[in-house]
């Protein structure tokens, strides 16, 4: 069945820069899309944005833009998130979740990953 | 950016109740719209895509209805498993907002 999997739980100090992994499993990596979902302890759902695993495409959140960088690596089926001068406020559980392979045709997200806790404190 | 606002934030209701949460976009979404449930430490789970499209393998239960700005998740008999909270999205590839989410809980 579809999977992804996702890195472990990172600390970090402010100012530092965390890279979560997501490796997808039994679907073709290059038909979807991957889209990058944060939740702060106790808050909602965040979206910080997404990559065409299709052609490399790009979106993010306009907060995050700058700060932000996702990629893909077909040949393990595997997308990234890095995520740059950490601040306390960064401190959330990051989901991947499959999505829209183009930006032409908009995708709900039917398959999210576990979720890496990223927790920012000096 | 659009944005999305779902009412109540809390619920209170009963095994067995039927149970509606509303979720109104700032401008119009056309059916670009998503529901999902969380329970704790767990991630996201996709229910309804398209505002009315229930995702294989969701009890028929769970219902949505709506178009552009005003949009309703419906469970018609709550079951014990269903207390959680949800959340509607409007999906878009350059632009994804979540609502603010209601918390279903037992009454």
């Known amino acids: 069945q579809v999977q992804l999997v996702q890195s472990g739980a990172e600390v970090k100090k402010p100012g530092a820069s965390v890279k979560v992994s997501c490796k997808a499993s039994?679907?073709?990596?290059?038909?979807?899309?991957i889209n990058w979902v944060r939740q702060a302890p106790g808050q909602g759902l965040e979206w910080m944005g997404w990559i065409s695993a299709y052609n490399g495409d790009t979106s993010s959140a306009q907060n995050l833009q700058g700060r932000v960088t996702m990629t893909t690596d077909t040949s393990t089926s595997t997308a990234y998130m890095e995520l740059r001068s950490l601040r306390s406020d960064d401190t959330a559980v990051y989901y991947c979740?499959?999505?829209?392979?183009?930006?032409?045709?908009?995708?709900?997200?039917?398959?999210w990953g576990q979720g890496t806790l990223v927790t920012v404190s000096s | 950016d659009i944005q999305m606002t779902q009412s109540p934030s809390i619920l209170s209701a009963s095994v067995g109740d039927r149970v509606s949460i509303t979720c109104r976009a700032s401008q119009s979404i056309s059916s670009w719209l998503a529901w999902y449930q969380q329970k704790p430490g767990k991630a996201p789970k996709l229910l309804i895509y398209k505002a009315s499209t229930l995702q294989d393998g969701v009890p028929s239960r769970f219902s949505g209805s709506g178009s552009g700005t005003e949009f309703t998740l419906t469970v018609s008999s709550l079951q014990p498993d269903d207390f959680a909270t949800y959340y509607c999205?409007?999906?878009?590839?350059?632009?994804?907002?979540f609502g603010q989410g209601t918390k279903v809980e037992i009454k």
């Open positions: 039994d679907y073709s990596f290059p038909s979807f899309g």
């Open positions: 979740a499959r999505g829209a392979a183009v930006a032409a045709s908009p995708r709900s997200f039917d398959y």
């Open positions: 999205q409007h999906y878009n590839t350059f632009s994804q907002t």
